[in-house]
């Protein structure tokens, strides 16, 4: 595994986490959950940038 490997599956774990935490804080913690919900959501679109853009990154230089 080469270190950009390592890099996308991080991302793609970020992603993953940051999606589950901000599904968890919307279910269960009523009004003040759906405000972390929205900054969990907002990680996770930044983090899925972040791995679409390794990966590009990844393809070009492989």
Do not use: E, K, Y
Not at 54 to 62: D, E, Q, S, Y
Request: glycine fraction near 10%; aromatic fraction near 6%.
């Amino acid at each position: 595994m080469n270190i950009m490997t390592f890099f996308v599956v991080l991302a793609a774990s970020c992603v993953l986490v940051s999606l589950v935490l901000g599904i968890s804080a919307m279910v269960h913690h009523g009004n003040v959950g759906h405000r972390s919900s929205d900054q969990w959501m907002s990680a996770r679109v930044g983090f899925q940038g972040l791995a679409l853009a390794l990966i590009l990154v990844a393809l070009l230089t492989g």
